[in-house]
C-alpha cells in the first residue's frame, strides 16, 4: 500500500482532484442523457480493464468478452426473475459462473498463440450468442431466444440495483472501476502480475525460469471473467431490456478490444482513455446516424486504431504519460520536491 | 553421487535421430564442456536435460531423482536452469523487472525477490543498467541478463547454451571471469560452447558430440588430440598431417 501512495506529491493531488472532480459530477450535470454517456464511459473503461486482466497482461487478445457480459447479465436476470433474488447476489452468482466457464474456455485456448488464440475466443463468444439465441428456457429459467428479457420496474431501491435517477448507477459503477483499478495496481506489482508478463512476452524463457505459464494465465482469465460478469449485471440493471445481439455479440466484444488497443493494453490509464475518446463516438454516430449507417461506430473505431497503431504502437497512453510528465508533473515537482524533502525530515 | 547423470539418453524426431545413446556425468562444483560441430545435437540433449523436449528414452537423474520427461518449470523448481543460445529476454521490460522474474522462483514477496535481483545484477556488474529496458541492450549485456535471470532462480546447476556466441573475441574475455565466478559461488556449470579458447579454458571435462552421437570424452588437453574430434571439426584427411 505505501508504494501506492508513494508519488510525487502533484501526482496524488492531481489524482484526488481527479476523483473529486468525479464524485461531484452527478450534482453539476443534471441531463439524464449526457449522464449515461458518462455512466456508459464509465462501465466500458470497467470491461476494457476486467479484459486488461487477460488481454493486457498475459498476451493474448480475447474477441469473445462479451460472452461474459452476457453471462453476468443472463444470471443476475433470470435469477431475479424465476426466484426474486437480489441482483446483487445474481452478480455474484454470474461472477461465478462466467469464471467457471472462462477457465474451461481457457484451459484449451490459452495454450494457443497470437492470431489463434483470437480466433478461438470469436468462435466460442459466436457459439454462445447463437446458442442463446436458439434457446427459450433452461430448466426452469425463462432466457426467451432471440427476443431477450426485460427486467420488470421495481421499487427504487440499492438491494433492487434499480434507481429512478441516474446518479445512483453512477457511483456504483465509478466505485466498482476504482476497485478494478486498484486490484489490477496490486496485481502487476505482485509475482503474478511478474509471471503474466513473462509468460505473455516470451513463454518458452518464462518456463525455463520456473513459471508454469499456461496455469497463470487460467488464474488471470478467471479473475477476468468474474469481474466482466459483474459488469455485466450492473449493464442489464442498467438498460433493463437486453437481447443476445445487443449483450452477446461481436460488437461488444470488439469495442472493448479496440478501446483497449487505443487507449495502451496492459496499462493502467489506457481503458480509461480509450473510453473517453471511443465511448463517445459510438453514443453519438447512435444517436444521430445511427438510423443511416448502422455499425458505422465500429468503420470510426478502425480508423483511429489504424491512425494510433502507425504513430503510437503501445496506446494512446504512451503519448499522454509524456505529455503529463512533461509539462505537468516535472514542473510542480521542482518546488514539490523541497517542500516533501522537508516534509519527510520532520516525518522522521 | 554426481549431481546429473545422463544415461543412454536417445532422442527422436519421426525418424531422425538428434541424440544417439549419449551418457554422462556432472559431479557437483564442476564446470563441464560439450562441443561438437554444428548440428551435432548438442542444444537437444540440452534441451532434454531442461525438459523443453521429451527424451525419447534413457534416464536423467539430478541429484538422486529421475527428471526425464519432466516440464522446465518443475526442472527449474528442482534446482535446473538454463539460458537460451537465442537470448529471450522480457524485451519490454527492463533489466531489473527481467531478473526478478528470475527472483521469484525463490519467493513471493516483491521486495524481497528486488532484493535478490540487485544482488544477481551487483555480482555480474550490471547494476548500473538495471532500468534500461531490456531491449536496448548491447549483445553482451543481453547475454549477461541472460545469465542474472537464470541465476537468479538460485540455481544448483546452470545450462548455459551458447552464452559466448556471436561476442567479440574481448567480450568473450570479458565473459570467462564472470563464469568462473559464477562457477566459484558454488554452482555447477553444463556449457555449451562453439569457442574452443572459451571451452578449452573453462571446462574441467568435455564431452564432444557428432551425429548425435557421443564421439570423445575427458580432460580438454587430451581430447583436442583425440583423432575422432579432429576427424569430426576438421575432415579426415587432417588427421594423418597431426602425426
Redesign the interface.
Known amino acids: 500500500m505505501h508504494k501506492l501512495l508513494n508519488q510525487k506529491p502533484v501526482v496524488l493531488v492531481m489524482t484526488a482532484l481527479l476523483l473529486l472532480g468525479l464524485f461531484l459530477l452527478p450534482i453539476l450535470v443534471t441531463s439524464p442523457t449526457l449522464m449515461q454517456i458518462f455512466i456508459l464511459v464509465i462501465l466500458y473503461a470497467y470491461f476494457t480493464s476486467t479484459w486488461n486482466f487477460v488481454g493486457g497482461f498475459a498476451g493474448v487478445l480475447p474477441l469473445g468478452h462479451s460472452a461474459f457480459v452476457g453471462i453476468g447479465a443472463y444470471t443476475s436476470t433470470v435469477l431475479l426473475q424465476t426466484y426474486g433474488l437480489s441482483p446483487w447476489f445474481g452478480m455474484l452468482a454470474g461472477g461465478l459462473l462466467a469464471a467457471l466457464v472462462g477457465v474451461i474456455i481457457g484451459l484449451p485456448t490459452l495454450k494457443l498463440r497470437g492470431a489463434y488464440f483470437a480466433l478461438a475466443t470469436i468462435a466460442v463468444g459466436e457459439g454462445i450468442r447463437v446458442l442463446v439465441e436458439n434457446v427459450k428456457e433452461i430448466g426452469p429459467f425463462k432466457i426467451n431466444g432471440p427476443s431477450g428479457i426485460s427486467i420488470g420496474l421495481s421499487e427504487n431501491s440499492f438491494t433492487a440495483l434499480q434507481f429512478d435517477t441516474k446518479a445512483p448507477y453512477y457511483y456504483i459503477i465509478l466505485i466498482m472501476l476504482i476497485l478494478v483499478l486498484l486490484l489490477t495496481y496490486f496485481m502487476m506489482?505482485?509475482?503474478i502480475g511478474?509471471?503474466l508478463?513473462?509468460g505473455g512476452?516470451?513463454p518458452?524463457?518464462?518456463?525455463?525460469?520456473?513459471?508454469?505459464?499456461s496455469r497463470y494465465k487460467v488464474i488471470a482469465m478467471a479473475i477476468s471473467c468474474f469481474l466482466t460478469a459483474l459488469g455485466g449485471t450492473f449493464y442489464a440493471q442498467l438498460i433493463l431490456y437486453f437481447y443476445p445481439k445487443s449483450i452477446l455479440g461481436l460488437d461488444m466484444s470488439y469495442e472493448i478490444a479496440f478501446i483497449a488497443l487505443i487507449g495502451g493494453r496492459g496499462t493502467i490509464l489506457g481503458p480509461i482513455l480509450g473510453a473517453l475518446l471511443l465511448r463517445p463516438v459510438s453514443e453519438l454516430t447512435r444517436i444521430y446516424i445511427g438510423d443511416m449507417l448502422p455499425g458505422l461506430h465500429l468503420v470510426i473505431f478502425g480508423l483511429i486504431l489504424i491512425i494510433v497503431m502507425r504513430y503510437y504502437p503501445k496506446g494512446l497512453v504512451e503519448p499522454v504519460t509524456h505529455i503529463l510528465n512533461k509539462y505537468v508533473i516535472r514542473r510542480f515537482s521542482k518546488t514539490d520536491d523541497l517542500k516533501t524533502n522537508s516534509a519527510a525530515d520532520k516525518a522522521d | 553421487m554426481p549431481l546429473l547423470e545422463v544415461t543412454n539418453v536417445t532422442k527422436k524426431f519421426s525418424g531422425l535421430v538428434a541424440v544417439n545413446q549419449v551418457s554422462m556425468t556432472v559431479e557437483s562444483g564442476q564446470i563441464v564442456g560439450v562441443i561438437g560441430p554444428n548440428g551435432a545435437g548438442k542444444t537437444t540433449l540440452f534441451n532434454c536435460i531442461a525438459g523443453a523436449l521429451p527424451p525419447t528414452s534413457g534416464s536423467i537423474m539430478f541429484n538422486g531423482r529421475e527428471v526425464a520427461g519432466k516440464k522446465p518449470y518443475e526442472i527449474c523448481k528442482l534446482g535446473i536452469t538454463r539460458t537460451f543460445q537465442a537470448v529471450k529476454p522480457f524485451g519490454s521490460k527492463t533489466v531489473l523487472y527481467n531478473t526478478m522474474v528470475g527472483a521469484f522462483a525463490q519467493t513471493k514477496h516483491l521486495h524481497e525477490a528486488e532484493h535478490n535481483a540487485l544482488e544477481v545484477l551487483k555480482f555480474l556488474h550490471l547494476d548500473h543498467k538495471k532500468d534500461i529496458v531490456s531491449k536496448s541492450l548491447t549483445l553482451p549485456e543481453r547475454k549477461k541478463l541472460e545469465l542474472a535471470r537464470a541465476l537468479a532462480t538460485k540455481p544448483k546447476l546452470l545450462l548455459l547454451d551458447e552464452v559466448m556466441a556471436g561476442l567479440r573475441p574481448s567480450e568473450v574475455t570479458d565473459m570467462l571471469p564472470i563464469i568462473r565466478k559464477i562457477n566459484e559461488a558454488g554452482v555447477t556449470i553444463v556449457i555449451v560452447e562453439h569457442i574452443m579458447q572459451a571451452i578449452m579454458n573453462l571446462s574441467e571435462k568435455i564431452y564432444v558430440v557428432n551425429f548425435g552421437k557421443k564421439i570423445a570424452e575427458g580432460v580438454p588437453h587430451d581430447v583436442v588430440a583425440n583423432e575422432e574430434v579432429i576427424k569430426a571439426y576438421l575432415g579426415d584427411e587432417y588427421v594423418a598431417t597431426q602425426h
Open positions: 506489482n505482485s509475482k511478474y509471471y508478463a513473462a512476452e516470451e518458452e524463457a518464462a518456463e525455463a525460469l520456473g513459471i508454469k505459464v
